[in-house]
């Protein structure tokens, strides 16, 4: 099994009391692209922020054999784990290049990463490639699309080395073009990058999920293909249950269509 797979063994969140994420174990290996659905309240993002430093948590997260559990932010980091926000967090005033440069270049001054190159470091040329921003190289973030700041913010991650990528909700706010073209991205990352995606829109979920985990009241509900969990008696309760979701919802979740 190759190393840069994420295993959470016994993972717990409480806050006050209030067990947000209750006893969960997954795993996900290196060319998965895993998807984490449930409803609203269901632990989702607070596993995600368990596994990158930003609440305390019990149990085990290891990643690349490595527990994550109890290191500061910035040390999970720089193991290798990257984490993106439903918002975007880009430098607005610079360009594309200047950012993944930015992202690429810690340890070297500002006057360094500022000035303008003769060349472009291969990691960012890669990574520019890759999120499809090659041709808006000079363009400042702040006047990008929106779905163009996430996948810029997905390259930063990228020239930083991020073997793992937890993106939360990243097709929020897209266009039904940006969101094909962002699963098609996530597919291609996750070959030789480690992908765990929180999200709600379940045609997105559908059309690129290689794997599924259905949360639940900070629980693993349900686990695997996207025809697996959709088939599922207690993803179905969950769905068709009173007060749980809307019927187009649930048609939506279910794959039986409105």
Known sequence: MNADYLELTDLTVSFDGFVAVDHVDLTVLQGDLRFLIGPNG????????????LVPATGRAEFGGQDLLGR??????????GRTFQTATVFEELSVL???????GSGRSAWTLL??????PPSVAEAMETVGLTELADTPAGILAHGQKQWLEIGML???DARLLMLDEPVAGMSGEEKEQTGHLLRRISADTTVVVVEHDMDFMR?????VTVLHAGKVLSEGSVAQVQA???????????????????????????
């Open 98 to 104: 200047q950012n993944l440069d930015i992202a690429a």
């Open 42 to 53: 269901a632990g989702k993002t607070t596993l995600i922020d368990a596994v990158s430093g």
């Open 232 to 258: 599922d008696p207690l993803v179905q309760e969950v769905y068709l249950g009173p007060g749980s979701h809307t019927a187009e919802e649930a048609a939506i979740v279910l794959g039986e269509g409105v």
């Open 207 to 211: 059309a690129f999920a290689k794997s």
């Open 72 to 81: 500061k932010v910035h040390r999970i980091a720089r193991m290798g784990v």
């Open 158 to 160: 990228l020239v930083q």
């Open 115 to 120: 000035r303008r190159r003769r060349g472009v």
